[in-house]
C-alpha cells in the first residue's frame, strides 16, 4: 500500500529518487555529528562550534543565491553536476584539513557554497521538467531523500565511534556519485529532447532585472522571513540538545537516534501530513504557517522538560512542522513565478540559510553561558516570529491560497 504512490510515476522519476536517496544517506552521516566533532574531537567551545556552522551557511547563503541566479546563464547541468563535484572534493579533504583550524573553516566555507548553490537548480529543474505534478513529486521527492536521512544518521553514530573522518569521507562519495548520475541523466535528455530547461541561455531570468523582481515582495519576502526565523531556532538542536546530551554522558548514537526518528516519521507520517492538508493545510501558505506552529511546540517541550523522552517528543513535533514546510515553499514558488523561479528559489533559500548562519553562533554563545534553558527560550520567541512571517505571507496572498484551496478539493 505504501508503495502505491510510486507506481503512478515514470521510471525516470524511480531512478532520480533512488539517486537523492543514496545522495541524503551519504550526507547525513556528517550533519548531525559536525558539531560533536568540533566540541569533542577537537576539544573547541560550542562557541567555536556555532563559529564554524556560521561560515558554513555563509557559503550556504552565497551558493543558494548565486544558484538560482546563474540557472538560466550556465545552464543547469554545468551548475548541479560543477556543484556537486565540487563539494565532494570539500568533502574527501575535510578530514586533513581538520589539523588546522583556519584551514578546516575555509573548507566549511567551500563545503557550504558548493552544497547550496545546487539546490535551487535541481529544484527549478524539477519544476520545470514535471510541471503537471511539481507539487506531489516535491513531496515524494522530500520524502525519499528523508528515507536516506534515516538510513544515514542510524549509521552516523556507529561511524563516529569508528572514525569521524569516515562519514566525512562518505558524504564526498555520496555527493560525487549524485554529481555523475546528473552529468549522465541530464546529458541523455538533451541528447534525446534537445534544450529542455537544461542547455545554458545568453539572458538572464527571462530577461528580468533583479531589481524588478525584487519588488514583488508579495510573493517572497514574509516567506523568506519566516523560513529565516524557522531555521535560526532549529539551530537548537545542534546547539542545544547536541552539547547538552554529550554533558548527560550520553554516547553519540543516542543524539543520532532522534534524526534516525526524523528520517523515519518523514516516511511513516505521511498519511497523519495527507489528512492534515485535506482538513485544513490545503495550500502551500497554510502549510507553512502549520508548520511553524509545529515547530513553536516542540521548542515549548524542550524548554519545560529537559529529558531525552522529551526532545524524542519534541522532534517527532518538529519533523511534522518540517514535513508540511518543506516541499510547500518550492511549491508555491514554482506554480507562482514561472520561468523566474530559479531566482525565487535561490534568493528565498538564501534567507533561509541566514537564519542557519545566525542561529548556530548566538545559541552557541547562549550555550557556554547558561546551558540549555536560555537557548531554548530562544528558539521559542524566534518560532513566534516565524509565525508571524508565515502569516502576513499567507494574508497577502489570500486570493491565490483560495483559488489553490478550490483546486485541491476538486473545482477545477
Same mark, same amino acid.
Given at each position: 500500500m505504501q508503495m502505491k504512490w510510486l507506481q503512478q510515476y515514470p521510471r525516470e522519476v524511480k531512478v532520480f529518487l533512488a539517486a537523492s536517496l543514496i545522495n541524503s544517506a551519504g550526507g547525513s552521516l556528517m550533519w548531525p555529528l559536525i558539531t560533536m566533532f568540533i566540541f569533542k574531537e577537537?576539544?573547541?567551545?560550542?562557541?567555536?562550534?556555532?563559529?564554524?556552522?556560521?561560515?558554513?551557511?555563509?557559503?550556504?547563503?552565497?551558493?543558494?543565491?548565486?544558484?538560482?541566479?546563474?540557472?538560466?546563464?550556465?545552464?543547469v547541468k554545468r551548475l548541479i553536476v560543477g556543484s556537486l563535484a565540487f563539494n565532494a572534493v570539500g568533502l574527501i579533504i575535510l578530514p586533513y584539513g581538520a589539523a588546522h583550524w583556519y584551514v578546516f573553516m575555509a573548507l566549511m566555507l567551500v563545503i557550504g557554497f558548493t552544497n547550496a548553490m545546487s539546490m535551487p537548480a535541481i529544484q527549478a529543474f524539477i519544476g520545470f521538467r514535471f510541471a503537471e505534478d511539481r507539487a506531489g513529486l516535491f513531496n515524494v521527492i522530500y520524502v525519499a531523500n528523508n528515507i536516506g536521512v534515516a538510513l544515514g544518521t542510524a549509521l552516523s553514530g556507529v561511524l563516529a565511534r569508528i572514525s569521524?573522518?569516515?562519514?566525512?569521507?562518505?558524504?564526498?562519495?555520496?555527493s560525487l556519485f549524485f554529481a555523475v548520475?546528473?552529468?549522465?541523466?541530464l546529458s541523455r535528455i538533451e541528447h534525446e529532447q534537445g534544450e529542455l530547461q537544461v542547455s545554458r541561455r545568453k539572458t538572464s531570468t527571462d530577461g528580468h532585472r533583479t531589481l524588478e523582481l525584487l519588488r514583488?515582495?508579495?510573493?517572497?519576502?514574509?516567506?523568506?522571513?519566516?523560513?529565516?526565523?524557522?531555521?535560526?531556532?532549529?539551530?537548537?538542536?545542534?546547539?542545544?540538545?547536541?552539547?547538552?546530551?554529550?554533558?548527560?554522558?550520553?554516547?553519540?548514537?543516542?543524539?543520532?537516534? !532522534?534524526? %534516525? /526518528?526524523?528520517?523515519? =516519521?518523514?516516511?511513516? #507520517?505521511? *498519511?497523519?501530513?495527507?489528512w492534515l492538508r485535506r482538513l485544513w493545510a490545503g495550500t502551500p501558505q497554510r502549510q507553512m504557517l502549520a508548520s511553524a506552529v509545529?515547530?513553536?511546540?516542540?521548542?515549548?517541550?524542550?524548554?519545560?522538560?529537559?529529558?531525552?523522552?522529551?526532545?524524542?517528543?519534541?522532534?517527532? !513535533?518538529? %519533523? /511534522?512542522?518540517?514535513? =508540511?514546510?518543506?516541499? #510547500?515553499? *518550492?511549491?508555491?514558488?514554482?506554480?507562482?513565478?514561472?520561468?523566474?523561479?530559479?531566482?525565487y528559489l535561490g534568493f528565498v533559500g538564501g534567507m533561509g540559510f541566514a537564519g542557519r548562519v545566525i542561529g548556530?553562533?548566538?545559541?552557541?554563545?547562549?550555550?557556554?553561558?547558561?546551558?540549555?534553558?536560555?537557548?531554548?527560550?530562544?528558539?521559542?520567541?524566534i518560532a513566534v516570529l516565524s509565525i508571524?512571517?508565515?502569516?502576513?505571507?499567507?494574508?497577502?496572498?489570500?486570493?491565490?491560497?483560495?483559488?489553490?484551496?478550490?483546486?485541491?478539493r476538486g473545482g477545477k
Open positions: 577537537l576539544g573547541r567551545s560550542m562557541t567555536d562550534a556555532g563559529l564554524v556552522i556560521l561560515v558554513q551557511n555563509i557559503g550556504g547563503i552565497a551558493g543558494q543565491i548565486l544558484g538560482g541566479a546563474l540557472y538560466h546563464r550556465v545552464g569521524y573522518d569516515l562519514s566525512f569521507i562518505a558524504n564526498g562519495l555520496s548520475f546528473f552529468l549522465i541523466y514583488d515582495y508579495r510573493i517572497y519576502l514574509f516567506m523568506g522571513i519566516g523560513s529565516l526565523f524557522l531555521w535560526l531556532a532549529n539551530s537548537i538542536w545542534n546547539n542545544g540538545v547536541s552539547p547538552y546530551t554529550i554533558e548527560l554522558g550520553m554516547p553519540e548514537w543516542r543524539y543520532s537516534i !532522534l534524526w %534516525t /526518528l526524523n528520517g523515519v =516519521l518523514i516516511f511513516a #507520517a505521511q *498519511p497523519f501530513v495527507s509545529f515547530y513553536l511546540l516542540a521548542y515549548i517541550c524542550i524548554l519545560m522538560f529537559h529529558s531525552y523522552a522529551a526532545m524524542a517528543f519534541a522532534m517527532v !513535533l518538529a %519533523t /511534522l512542522g518540517e514535513m =508540511l514546510v518543506s516541499p #510547500a515553499i *518550492p511549491a508555491f514558488i514554482s506554480e507562482h513565478t514561472g520561468r523566474t523561479a530559479p531566482f548556530p553562533y548566538t545559541m552557541g554563545v547562549l550555550y557556554d553561558y547558561g546551558g540549555l534553558t536560555p537557548v531554548a527560550w530562544l528558539a521559542v520567541c508571524a512571517g508565515f502569516a502576513v505571507h499567507s494574508a497577502l496572498n489570500k486570493q491565490a491560497g483560495a483559488l489553490e484551496d478550490q483546486y485541491a
